[in-house]
């Protein structure tokens, strides 16, 4: 079993609920103890950085994703549907969310942005117009990994949902509000074997906030290897 955190996250969030399998939780590239990737990508580029641990797995594996680590666990079970057995996902973004039209950035930032693009505003004062009117997942990105978070927040996975066939299990917080439970009802139309589970009371932070059920979640799909 492989075990994938959310964005600005580490291993440890999905320690607790995979306890007493055989997992392995890694820290995925840029957060935690694993260096940055050496250039910018979306999931799909980061399930590419992953595939090496799935060769040392001996056999198919029940990949678990929450979140960030979810958009990246979907590429997994696409690209290599040998090696991955079947997915459990929590609070993930799969799909554009409909209930909230996107917000255009300030005018005042897109001005900015346009004059940077064109060299005539230096790196600085954008920098200060980044952290004044980006997100805090943005603020606190750097470098590469600042590329990565805009490649994958404009990333949308409705095509990979249709091809995927092993067995997926959605846990999912009924307030969450970075990944709302619509997205959720969306995927499990797509997904040609799906479960969804929607816990009362627990918002985007399934691991933490509701391990039992994700832990649940996780050993039907392991029951199913045998």
């Known amino acids: 079993m492989l075990g994938l955190?959310?964005?600005?996250?580490?291993?440890?969030?999905?320690v607790g609920c995979l306890e007493g399998t055989d997992a392995i939780t890694l820290d995925l590239p840029g957060f935690g103890a694993s260096p940055a990737p050496p250039a910018a990508g979306g999931a799909a580029a980061y399930a590419d950085l992953l595939a090496p641990?799935?060769?040392?797995?001996?056999?198919?594996i029940v990949v678990v994703g929450h979140s960030f680590g979810g958009r990246v666990a979907v590429e997994l079970?696409?690209?290599?549907?040998?090696?991955?057995?079947?997915?459990?996902?929590?609070?993930?973004?799969?799909?554009?969310?409909?209930?909230?039209?996107?917000?255009?950035?300030a005018l005042r930032f897109r001005l900015a942005r346009g004059l940077h693009r064109r060299g005539l505003l230096g790196e600085a004062t954008m920098e200060r117009m980044r952290q004044r009117f980006g997100s805090a997942?943005?603020?606190?990105?750097?470098?590469?990994?600042?590329?990565?978070?805009?490649?994958?927040?404009?990333?949308?996975?409705?095509?990979?949902?249709?091809?995927?066939t092993q067995p997926v299990?959605?846990?999912?917080?009924?307030?969450d509000d970075a990944a709302p439970v619509e997205i959720a009802l969306k995927a499990e139309q797509l997904l040609a074997d799906a479960r969804l589970t929607v816990i009362d009371g627990v918002a985007h932070d399934v691991p933490a906030e509701a391990p039992d059920a994700l832990a649940v979640a996780v050993r039907r799909l392991v029951g199913q290897l045998s």
């Open 137 to 164: 997942d943005y603020r606190n990105a750097t470098g590469v990994m600042r590329e990565v978070l805009v490649a994958v927040v404009n990333e949308t996975y409705g095509e990979q949902l249709s091809r995927i």
């Open 77 to 105: 079970a696409v690209r290599w549907p040998d090696r991955v057995a079947s997915l459990a996902l929590c609070g993930v973004p799969l799909l554009h969310r409909t209930d909230r039209p996107a917000a255009k950035p």
């Open 169 to 175: 299990e959605l846990v999912w917080g009924r307030h």
């Open 5 to 14: 955190h959310g964005w600005g996250r580490t291993h440890r969030d999905l």
């Open 53 to 60: 641990a799935l060769d040392e797995c001996a056999a198919r």
